[in-house]
T-cell receptor
C-alpha cells in the first residue's frame, strides 16, 4: 500500500514562531488532507488539498502532487496550536484515507 | 463542512461484554463510512469500510466476527465490539463521505469513542 511519511515527528516551538510540517507519499494520490487532532482526540479538518496551495488564517498548505509531497505552514504559532498534525492520502488505486504517523507539536508560552 | 457525530464519547465495560458505537452523518447522506482505530500515541488504522445496505469490507487482520459493522441507513453506521477484552481498549473513530463527493472527496470525522475494557 501507499506509504505516508511525516516529518518532523516532534516539534517544540515558542509562541509566535513559524513552522513547516512535511508529508511525503510514495504513490500518486487523488486526495490529501491535513488534520489537527486535539487533546480530546477529535480530528479537525484543516485542508483538503490534493494539489495546489490554500490558506486559512495563520495556516497554509501546499501540495506538489508530481513530486509527492505536501507542506503545512503554521505562522505566529499559539499555544492552542498544540496537538498532533496528521497528513492522510487516498492513493489513485485506493479508496480510503491512509494516515501518516503525525507530527506532535507543542507550543510553549 | 459536513458534520459527523459519534456516540458514546467514552465507554467503560467489563471483559466479555459487547459494546455498540454509533456514527451518524447529521447533514448529509453518507453512502460510505469508514471505521478507524487508534492506539495511544499512534496513527489511525483503517478497520473496515461500510456501504449503505451491503456488508462491510474488513482490512486484513481485523476480525469481522469481533467487530460487527452495520450500515443500515444513509445516516447511521454502528460498530459493535463483541466479547470485548482489555486488548480491545482503544480510540475508535468513524469517517463518512457521500456519493456526491466520491471516494476522493473530502472526508469528515466523528469525535471518536474511547473504549476501556476492564
Amino acid at each position: 500500500g501507499i506509504q505516508v511519511e511525516q516529518s518532523p515527528p516532534d516539534l517544540i516551538l515558542q509562541e509566535g514562531a513559524n513552522s513547516t510540517l512535511r508529508c511525503n507519499f510514495s504513490d500518486s494520490v487523488n486526495n490529501l488532507q491535513w488534520f489537527h487532532q486535539n487533546p480530546w482526540g477529535q480530528l479537525i479538518n484543516l485542508f483538503y488539498i490534493p494539489s495546489g496551495t490554500k490558506q486559512n488564517g495563520r495556516l497554509s498548505a501546499t501540495t506538489v502532487a508530481t513530486e509527492r509531497y505536501s507542506l503545512l505552514y503554521i505562522s505566529s504559532s499559539q499555544t492552542t496550536d498544540s496537538g498532533v498534525y496528521f497528513c492522510a492520502v487516498i492513493a489513485n488505486s485506493g479508496y480510503a484515507l491512509n494516515f501518516g504517523k503525525g507530527t506532535s507539536l507543542l507550543v510553549t508560552p | 463542512g459536513a458534520v459527523v457525530s459519534q456516540h458514546p464519547s467514552w465507554v467503560i465495560c467489563k471483559s466479555g461484554t459487547s459494546v455498540k458505537i454509533e456514527c451518524r452523518s447529521l447533514d448529509f447522506q453518507a453512502t460510505t463510512m469508514f471505521w478507524y482505530r487508534q492506539f495511544p500515541k499512534q496513527s489511525l488504522m483503517l478497520m473496515a469500510t461500510s456501504n449503505e445496505g451491503s456488508k462491510a469490507t474488513y482490512e486484513q487482520g481485523v476480525e469481522k466476527d469481533k467487530f460487527l459493522i452495520n450500515h443500515a441507513s444513509l445516516t447511521l453506521s454502528t460498530l459493535t465490539v463483541t466479547s470485548a477484552h482489555p486488548e480491545d481498549s482503544s480510540f475508535y473513530i468513524c469517517s463518512a463521505t457521500s456519493d456526491s463527493l466520491g471516494y476522493t472527496g473530502e472526508l469528515f470525522f466523528g469525535e471518536g469513542s474511547r473504549l476501556t475494557v476492564l
